[in-house]
């Protein structure tokens, strides 16, 4: 059989995190909590900017389009885990493969554009607080976000492609709980040396500008800081970006624990679980690190969460109303 016929034909395998049937049930109770924390909490906050209008501004803005990003993010990879761990299976089909990569791809790379986004909203807030509202104004706002899903869409899309040209035995394993690119590309059957220079071409450039883009920032908002006198004046500055520094350092900590997870120790499983701090508790943490460092989130889910209690409360005494009434009538 041909070597290009193959890729039709096969399925990957995924070889998870472990081969014990006992640890089964803990994992899927374990990432299915996880997964639904994380969703819950991104959805949150989400709901919590749009409905409150102390929260229209320019940085909850950014907030809730990272929250979205990483509620995708996570269920990229998750719900098939899950399936699979339940239907004691390991199998993943050659399109599904694809599919995971693209989204991941565009994805995180959604994530490293918004971190940069957001560190140069604060930038701007706390260097030029007077000219704040006119330079982000909210088509700057649009049209960051619109430029960043278009750069990554096509970043991940020339990936994808380039990586249909590659072939694979059926039954194919794949050392992880999901395909991850890196781990894809180890175990292609052709040559990948130009999707290899094409990715860390992409990685330098795509992970370069963002990293420089929050150094920056964060530099000239130090710099601004230590000019400040009032001690007051530099805590309220600085704490409107303590969530921000710790989402960032969470985000870019963990990838590197990836990288270096694989460089290093060659090891699959250390691989597969330095990925579960990346791909799953990262976007779960994020809503927590907002909310709990940050007053005006606390306080606008603490509204959310009043208005939906007081709605289920009128709904039940209405119903309540309704019983009796029949009640009486009988």
């Known amino acids: 059989m041909e070597a290009e016929n193959l890729t039709e034909l096969s399925e990957f395998l995924l070889l998870g995190l472990s081969d014990d049937p006992e640890l089964q049930p803990v994992l899927f109770g374990l990432f299915l909590s996880m997964y639904l924390v994380t969703v819950l909490g991104n959805l949150l906050i989400i709901l919590a900017v749009s409905s409150d209008s102390h929260l229209h501004t320019p940085m909850y803005f950014f907030l809730s389009n990272l929250s979205f990003v990483d509620t995708c993010f996570i269920s990229t990879t998750v719900p098939k885990m899950l399936v699979n761990i339940q239907a004691r299976s390991k199998d993943i089909s050659y399109m599904g493969c694809l599919t995971q990569v693209y989204f991941l791809m565009m994805f995180a790379g959604m994530d490293t554009f918004l971190l940069a986004v957001i560190a140069y909203d604060r930038f701007v807030a706390i260097c030029h607080p007077l000219q704040y509202m006119v330079i982000i104004n909210p088509h700057l706002c649009g049209l960051l976000v619109l430029a960043s899903w278009f750069i990554i869409f096509w970043v991940s899309l020339v990936h994808i492609l380039l990586m249909k040209r590659l072939t694979f035995s059926t039954g194919t394993e794949i050392p992880h709980f999901f395909c991850e690119l890196a781990q894809v590309l180890k175990v292609a059957r052709s040559d990948t040396l130009l999707i290899n220079i094409v990715l860390y071409v992409a990685t330098a450039l795509l992970g370069m500008f963002p990293v420089a883009g929050i150094l920056f920032s964060y530099s000239q908002i130090v710099s601004s800081l230590m000019g400040m006198s009032s001690t007051e004046g530099k805590y309220k500055a600085f704490s409107t970006c303590g969530s921000h520094l710790c989402v960032v350092s969470l985000f ?12 290093v120790t060659h090891s699959s499983q250390s691989s597969s679980t330095a990925s579960v701090m990346y791909a799953m508790v990262t976007p779960m ?3 927590f690190i907002y909310s709990l460092r ?3 989130v606390k306080g606008a889910l603490g509204r959310l969460l009043s208005r939906a209690a007081s709605c289920l409360l009128r709904d039940t005494t209405s119903e309540l109303r309704g019983c009796y009434g029949s009640l009486k009538q009988m």
């Open 252 to 263: 870019y900590g963990t990838g590197l624990g990836v990288y270096l997870s694989s460089a």
């Open 294 to 296: 940050n007053k005006d």
């Open 285 to 287: 943490l994020n809503p």
